[in-house]
């Protein structure tokens, strides 16, 4: 199983996927010896400022999958987003009355099928969602 956690600002979007099996040892966060597990850190950059939050949102999410398609194919992923309409459409719903967003959905829909990825949208608050917020808003170092 994969996780993926999204967000995204109007001029890119990020992204943390955890595997299950990126398992690793050696010295942890807290500088003990141990097993963990070894996050991927992911950077959307848009072609120009995307209005639209929900869309943001959700061309993240499609460029992330899109990414990695290869090693998500046959596997089971868990989406957590803090964008409800984005959740929605990752859901296989309309994402917003307005449907401005719901080209990327169909992409989305797409990719899942080609790839047989079976993938469940579930909400995390805004608050918790550091992680990819930081990756969403500003260029990041990561070191081993």
Do not use: Q, W
Not at 38 to 59: N, W
Not at 82 to 89: E, H, S, T, V
Not at 91 to 117: C, P, T
Request: net charge negative.
């Amino acid at each position: 199983a994969v996780t993926l956690i999204t967000d995204a600002s109007s001029s890119r979007g990020g992204a943390v996927a955890l595997a299950a099996s990126s398992v690793v040892n050696g010295v942890l966060h807290d500088g003990t010896r141990g097993r963990g597990l070894l996050p991927t850190a992911l950077t959307v950059e848009y072609d120009a400022r995307v209005p639209a939050s929900t869309r943001s949102e959700l061309l993240t999410v499609v460029h992330v999958v899109h990414s990695m398609a290869d090693a998500l194919a046959g596997k089971s992923v868990r989406l957590f987003s803090d964008n409800m309409a984005a959740l929605a459409a990752s859901r296989g719903k309309a994402s917003s009355a307005s449907a401005h967003a719901d080209d990327l959905g169909e992409a989305l829909a797409a990719l899942l099928l080609d790839n047989r990825i079976f993938l469940e949208a579930l909400h995390t608050p805004g608050v918790e969602n550091e992680a990819a917020d930081l990756i969403s808003r500003h260029d990041c170092a990561f070191t081993k």
